[in-house]
């Protein structure tokens, strides 16, 4: 690996239901076939296993606190030279880290996607492309609603609940200002196809500058 230069890091951040994870997949997808990997932060929640079930549900999970940064820096500091790490799982049914890890091999392109990655300048420092998916609260709120009923076997009652106590004012506390790191802002997340394809094309030319033309020869996906 001494010959290669170091992996590109694009940062893909929004709130809760911005459509964030659907721009990733997209810029994934247009890249099939090449040495890309998603690391999502919300691997990187705390383990919480010394407190109560309780307490755990208790947490405001949209705080920049409630997340292993130190953890997230470290292993993405181990990727940018080539080595693999043992990644963290979140179980979002005990509100904890599992005991399980999943090993990940490193690759030419890293796209880190979470609310909060460019809130710590050591995660922003890191990253080549920082992009934010601007997406207007009420749709915001229909997708969270849809993703915590049919995925998280959560009720409307408590996804209401969670987003007026937490989700929203941490939104508009720690999320949007961050907006004015981004490179990229995307508005209505992945049905703009326009930003996507040129999101696409700067990647695929930040590989060709920086000598990692083999990329494109390298059938090595993973998400």
Do not use: C, W
């Amino acid at each position: 690996m001494a010959d290669k230069k170091r992996p590109i890091i694009i940062g893909v951040t929004g709130g809760s239901g911005s459509g964030k994870t659907t721009v990733s997949r997209a810029i994934f997808n247009q890249l099939v076939g090449h040495s890309i990997m998603i690391l999502q932060q919300d691997s990187y929640y705390k383990d919480q296993a010394e407190m109560t079930m309780e307490q755990r549900k208790a947490v405001n999970y949209d705080h920049p606190l409630t997340f292993d940064t130190d953890l997230l820096v470290d292993q993405l500091k181990q990727l940018l030279r080539y080595e693999p790490i043992e990644k963290p799982v979140y179980d979002y049914n005990l509100f904890t880290r599992s005991d399980e890890t999943i090993h990940q091999e490193p690759r030419d392109v890293i796209i880190l996607e979470g609310i909060l990655i460019l809130d710590d300048e050591r995660l922003r420092d890191l990253m080549d492309i920082k992009v934010f998916v601007d997406t207007d609260d009420d749709i915001r709120i229909i997708r969270r609603i849809q993703r915590d009923m049919n995925e998280r076997d959560r009720s409307l009652e408590s996804v209401i609940s969670q987003y007026l106590k937490t989700v929203k004012p941490m939104y508009h506390q720690f999320v949007e200002p961050t907006k004015r790191y981004a490179d990229i802002i995307v508005p209505e997340g992945g049905e703009n196809q326009v930003a996507i394809d040129l999101l696409v094309t700067k990647i695929r030319a930040i590989l060709e500058a920086h000598g990692n033309k083999e990329v494109f020869d390298n059938p090595d996906t993973t998400i």
